[in-house]
Nanobody, 119 residues
Framework: QVQVVESGGGLVQVGGSLRLSCAASGRTFSSYTMGWFRQAPGKQRELVAAIGRSGIMTYYADSVKGRFAISRDGAGNTVYLQMNSLKPEDTAVYYC????????????WGQGTQVTVSS
C-alpha cells in the first residue's frame, strides 16, 4: 500500500509563494492520476489540482487557475504543487491523494501540510 507524506507548507504573506511536495513510500504513485486537495476550517475537502500519469493532463479548480501549477517527477515518487500569488483564502491544510474522479477509493490520507497566508 502506498503511503503519502506531504511537506512544504508554512506561513507566507499575501502574494507570496510556496512549493508543496508529496512523497510516496511503500510503492510509487506512477500508476495513478494524483491530485492536491485542501481543507479549510469548517469546510469540506476540495480538489484544487490534478495531474495524469504521464504528467501531460492537468486540472485546476477555478479558484487556483493561473496561480498554482502541479507537476510530478518521472519516477512517479513525488508530486509537487507550486503555489504563487497566494491569497488569504488559500489558507488550508493541503493533502495529496488519488484523483477520486477516476478511482473507487483513496489511498490512506497523510497528515497534510498547513498553508497559512497572512494579509
Amino acid at each position: 500500500q502506498v503511503q503519502v507524506v506531504e511537506s512544504g507548507g508554512g506561513l507566507v504573506q499575501v502574494g507570496g509563494s510556496l512549493r508543496l511536495s508529496c512523497a510516496a513510500s511503500g510503492r510509487t504513485f506512477s500508476s495513478y492520476t494524483m491530485g492536491w486537495f485542501r481543507q479549510a476550517p469548517g469546510k469540506q475537502r476540495e480538489l484544487v489540482a490534478a495531474i495524469g500519469r504521464s504528467g501531460i493532463m492537468t486540472y485546476y479548480a477555478d479558484s487556483v487557475k493561473g496561480r498554482f501549477a502541479i507537476s510530478r517527477d518521472g519516477a512517479g515518487n513525488t508530486v509537487y504543487l507550486q503555489m504563487n500569488s497566494l491569497k488569504p483564502e488559500d489558507t488550508a491544510v493541503y493533502y495529496c491523494n488519488k484523483d477520486r474522479r477516476y478511482y473507487s477509493d483513496y489511498l490512506p490520507w497523510g497528515q497534510g501540510t498547513q498553508v497559512t497566508v497572512s494579509s
